[in-house]
């Protein structure tokens, strides 16, 4: 159960830092350079990392969120993952025991 939590927040915790970096890199490039949004490398992987989250949130959307919605959507449900796998992991901490938590 605690590797589980782990993972779980561990994945979680990649993709919402990867869209978090993406929405600061998009803005800042869209304010200081604008042309440069479709050839950046990082802006490209970043999205790459995010796009199966977002996926997964539009199918999980109703029909009436639209499609520009759907990072902040997938940024919520993660952000509830997050919080839900840190409290199964702090269950299971409290369980065993915080010395073999670590």
């Not at 109703?62 to 840190?86: K, M, Y």
């Amino acid at each position: 159960m605690l590797l589980l939590a782990s993972a779980l927040k561990l994945i979680a915790e990649l993709a919402l830092l990867a869209l978090l970096g993406r929405w600061l890199l998009a803005a800042w490039l869209r304010r200081l350079a604008p042309q440069a949004l479709e050839s950046n490398l990082f802006l490209w992987l970043l999205d790459t990392l995010c796009r199966p989250f977002v996926t997964a949130a539009g199918w999980l959307a109703p029909r009436w969120v639209l499609r520009e919605h759907w990072p902040l959507l997938a940024f919520c449900l993660l952000l509830g993952l997050w919080l839900a796998a840190t409290w199964l992991k702090l269950q299971a901490c409290l369980e065993v025991g915080m010395d073999q938590c670590r």
